[in-house]
């Protein structure tokens, strides 16, 4: 099996906070073994899921998405969150390959910095763990299905001579009381 390919989606907007998420996962996924790296700055939050389906597209195993998406005074913020969050899970659905939701949505600033290496940990860096262990958990499952079929179709065979036998134990076992 060749190298992991993980894609890296990072928004702009919010730059002094996405660039903290960007390192961590970035410093996450190069302390893995077998993972090849590909970044992509998009210019805002509703832009990510694009870039994920071109990282998809491309061949990557994985995405991280990576943005910041704070309150602000109109219904805005709400439209990009649902917009992001959307289209990243459709993409999960539609390629069947993971992408790790690294997107803040925050009331404020203050908040975000502390998901962003701050007092909360390191978003990115969780974002892009979450990807490596989906990318893990989706490649054994099938892997699992065909051993859990293979036994399936064992198991059938067995269980009917099982009661075969014992059927048939019975009958001399009545043939014998008869006499």
Same mark, same amino acid.
């Given at each position: 099996? *060749?190298?992991? =390919?993980?894609?890296?989606?990072?928004?702009?907007?919010?730059?002094?906070? @996405?660039?903290?998420?960007?390192?961590?996962?970035?410093?996450?996924?190069?302390?893995?073994?077998?993972?090849?790296?590909?970044?992509?700055?998009?210019?805002?939050?509703?832009?990510?899921?694009?870039?994920?389906?071109?990282?998809?597209?491309?061949? +990557?195993? *994985?995405?991280?998405?990576?943005?910041?998406?704070?309150? *602000?005074? @109109?219904?805005?913020?709400?439209?990009? +969150?649902?917009?992001?969050?959307?289209?990243? @899970?459709?993409?999960?659905?539609?390629?069947? =390959?993971?992408?790790?939701? *690294?997107?803040? @949505?925050?009331?404020?600033?203050?908040?975000?910095?502390?998901?962003?290496?701050?007092?909360?940990?390191?978003?990115?860096?969780? !974002?892009?763990?979450?990807?490596?262990?989906?990318?893990?958990?989706?490649?054994?499952?099938?892997?699992?299905?065909?051993?859990?079929?293979?036994?399936? =179709?064992?198991?059938?065979?067995?269980?009917?001579? =099982?009661?075969?036998? !014992?059927?048939?134990?019975?009958?001399?076992?009545?043939?014998?009381?008869?006499?």
């Amino acid at each position: 099996m *060749g190298k992991i =390919k993980v894609g890296v989606v990072t928004a702009r907007w919010n730059q002094e906070i @996405t660039s903290k998420l960007e390192e961590g996962a970035i410093s996450y996924l190069e302390a893995c073994e077998d993972v090849e790296i590909f970044a992509a700055l998009v210019p805002g939050a509703v832009e990510i899921p694009l870039a994920c389906q071109a990282f998809l597209e491309a061949g +990557c195993d *994985g995405v991280v998405a990576l943005g910041v998406v704070i309150r *602000g005074d @109109t219904s805005h913020y709400d439209y990009v +969150c649902n917009s992001v969050t959307d289209g990243v @899970t459709r993409l999960m659905l539609d390629y069947k =390959k993971p992408i790790g939701f *690294g997107v803040l @949505t925050t009331e404020n600033e203050e908040q975000a910095l502390a998901r962003a290496g701050g007092d909360h940990g390191n978003k990115g860096e969780e !974002a892009a763990q979450v990807t490596m262990e989906m990318i893990g958990l989706t490649q054994e499952i099938p892997a699992a299905m065909k051993t859990a079929l293979m036994l399936a =179709k064992k198991a059938p065979a067995k269980a009917a001579k =099982k009661p075969a036998k !014992a059927a048939a134990k019975t009958q001399k076992k009545k043939k014998k009381v008869r006499k």
